[in-house]
């Protein structure tokens, strides 16, 4: 049984994702034990909070995306038990997650990175 855990959101609107197998662990049945107390029919719906994490739990046949703050009591300790065993791997967001992606500047010459000022000095300010 795999469990895995899916942050997105924040500021930069990275995903970060850690998968266990439960059994390849050396406690499978205090790993199973934690899983069948999640209250996995009783996550409350949350409003949206920009800049804060959203985590994705799945551990078929169940699934639960939770708002960072509703990570608590058991929700958190398997949270935090997958992210001790499990190495986290980098996504970008999926266009549905976190911010819309940066346009480049139409007036761009190519030499700057999207999303972030020309580099250069500044224009100069007329007179008054």
């Known amino acids: 049984m795999d469990v895995e855990v899916v942050r997105s959101g924040g500021i930069a609107g990275l995903r970060l994702s850690w998968t266990v197998n439960v059994d390849d662990q050396p406690d499978p049945e205090e790993w199973v034990l934690l899983i069948e107390r999640l209250p996995w029919s009783e996550t409350p719906p949350a409003p949206?909070?920009?800049?804060?994490?959203?985590?994705?739990?799945?551990c078929e046949p169940h699934e639960a995306t939770l708002a960072e703050r509703q990570v608590t009591g058991p929700w958190r300790d398997l949270v935090d038990r997958v992210r001790d065993v499990a190495e986290p791997e980098r996504a970008a967001a999926r266009p549905s997650e976190g911010r819309p992606p940066a346009t480049p500047?139409?007036?761009?010459?190519?030499s700057e990175q999207p999303g972030l000022p020309p580099s250069g000095p500044?224009?100069?300010?007329?007179?008054?």
């Open 122 to 128: 500044p224009p100069p300010v007329p007179p008054d």
């Open 105 to 110: 500047d139409p007036s761009s010459t190519g």
């Open 48 to 58: 949206p909070e920009p800049d804060r994490y959203t985590y994705r739990i799945r």
